[in-house]
């Protein structure tokens, strides 16, 4: 049997994107002040966890939260685009109802779950969810093959969450995955024997410290 990989993946701090649930995708949006706070405090109740090595997504939002981490473990950041969210083309940055009214067919095969969607280019290469799920889920399975017996800290967007909960609790493409993923909560993983093991899901008593009460965003934004 390999030496077990224990994982806390991580969702970045909130940014003002997040607080008007725009798409995001990669669009390099930085935390604003709430998601700033949300950060110091993550990085305050993770100190006295012993932690290997840190990763990030190279998006500022990811690398801001990571970056607090590491200053308190003393660390340096690994960041990954591969670590990224989904890019979305030119719906990023406009909200739900936006690309509804914009695109509803677009928009019914996306809340459909369609696989094999892609979203309207622009200046950006869009994925569809299969690519960007073979994409993050490579990542994710790199990063813990590379670290036997360690234990890591990965900062990373809703996507990368979800394909790792996907793959733990062996949920198919095209079927709706819809769970709560507060901005900064932390999600324990387990990789041993080429598979990942979900251990706890969406730790976040840390944000009852913020100043403000955390939104519990769900699928996409």
């Not at 990954?80 to 067919?105: F, N, T, V």
């Not at 990373?156 to 979800?162: N, S």
């Amino acid at each position: 049997m390999d030496q077990a990989t224990d994982i806390l993946i991580i969702r970045h701090g909130q940014t003002a994107w997040n607080k008007k649930k725009r798409l995001q995708g990669h669009s390099d949006i930085p935390l604003n002040e709430e998601g700033r706070l949300q950060a110091l405090t993550l990085a305050k109740t993770l100190q006295n966890e012993p932690l290997d090595v840190i990763f990030s997504s190279d998006l500022q939002r990811a690398r801001q939260t990571a970056n607090e981490i590491a200053r308190c473990h003393q660390l340096t950041v690994h960041t990954d685009k591969a670590l990224r969210e989904r890019c979305y083309g030119i719906c990023e940055g406009m909200m739900s109802d936006e690309i509804k009214a914009a695109y509803p067919d677009l928009y019914e095969a996306w809340y459909a779950a369609d696989p094999d969607l892609f979203f309207p280019d622009g200046e950006r290469k869009t994925e569809s969810p299969r690519q960007f799920h073979h994409r993050a889920s490579g990542a994710l399975f790199n990063v813990a093959a590379r670290h036997p017996g360690k234990k890591l800290a990965i900062v990373t967007h809703f996507g990368v969450i979800e394909t790792a909960y996907r793959i733990a609790q062996n949920i198919p493409l095209g079927t709706q995955c819809r769970m709560p993923v507060l901005n900064t909560s932390i999600n324990r993983f387990r990789f041993i024997d080429g598979r990942l093991e979900l251990l706890k899901w969406g730790e976040s008593t840390h944000l009852e410290e913020a100043r403000k009460p955390a939104v519990d965003y769900y699928k996409h934004f």
